[in-house]
Structures are given as structure tokens and as C-alpha cells.
């Protein structure tokens, strides 16, 4: 399966904004359409749709922390897709464009920790815990950039 990002458009926004998680899910993720709010009114947020063998299927989120530090608030795969592989690749190639980033020493993620997947997948990607976040809702985990050679 190939699995790409795109650039959110006017092609292609109303579809984001469609797709969903499972209902057991909803309280993990914040939706598509309030993202995609918020990005238009903070140009520094990057917004991906995420496509399998040319479907729309899922959405990412990141934002700048700080020069050195950006944060993935959003990954979502919709749930006809899911346990495919495809949130797997899709944060791959996330992961590869949040790295370019000039100056760039750290990634973190932000998730529920009553969400039973999501530390063994972000761990598997070498995020490590590091614990609650400032508001003591949901855990905060990171991953180093190796600085270009």
C-alpha cells in the first residue's frame, strides 16, 4: 500500500474534515475541522492529509514549540482504515519532513495515557515518556534529532 502527504487545499479540506476515529477513540483526538481552524489562524502549523493508494485517510498536525522543538498535536487515521500499516508509514514520513527542519533537537507527541495503544506505537519510534504535561491531562513524550552531519 502506498501511503503519501499532501498539502491540506480546497480540494481537499471538506474530506478531512470527514473522516473519523472509532467512537471508543473520540475522546483521544480532537477533530479534524477545529485543527484545521486553528491552523488557519497560526501560519506556523503544518497541516498533512494523508492518502493510501489514493484515498484520503487520515490527518497530521505539527507545530513549533520553539526554534528547536516541534510538536505533533494531531494524528488521526479514519476507522475503515485502520490496522493496515498505514498510521505506521504515514508518521514515517511525517516524522522525515518534521526533521528537516533547520535547528530542529526534538519531537514530542502529547497523548492520553488511559489510550492503550499509543505509547508502545510512539515508543516504537523512539519516543521516549517523559511525563504528564503542564496540565497534568495527558502524556508528554520526545524524541531527539540528531543534528545533520
Known amino acids: 500500500m502506498q501511503v503519501t502527504l499532501e498539502a491540506i487545499t480546497v480540494d481537499n479540506y471538506e474530506a478531512v474534515c470527514d473522516l473519523e476515529v472509532s467512537e471508543a477513540q473520540q475522546d483521544f483526538v ?16 503544518q497541516t498533512r492529509a494523508i492518502r493510501a493508494d489514493g484515498e484520503l485517510v487520515g490527518f497530521f498536525m505539527w507545530v513549533p514549540e520553539t526554534p528547536q522543538r516541534i510538536s505533533i498535536w494531531r494524528f488521526m487515521v479514519d476507522q475503515r482504515w485502520q490496522g493496515r500499516g498505514i498510521g505506521r508509514r504515514a508518521l514515517e514520513l511525517a516524522l522525515a519532513q518534521i526533521q528537516a527542519t533547520p535547528g530542529l533537537t526534538a519531537i514530542e507527541i502529547c497523548y492520553d495515557p488511559r489510550n492503550p495503544v499509543a505509547g508502545g506505537f510512539y515508543g516504537s519510534f523512539g519516543f521516549v515518556e517523559t511525563g ?15 543534528a545533520p552531519e
Do not use: I
Not at 132 to 146: H, I, N, Q
Open 30 to 45: 480532537a477533530g479534524n475541522t477545529w485543527s484545521l481552524v486553528q491552523a488557519a489562524f497560526h501560519p506556523g502549523y
Open 132 to 146: 504528564m504535561d503542564e496540565d497534568g491531562e495527558d502524556m508528554l513524550a520526545v524524541r531527539a534529532v540528531a
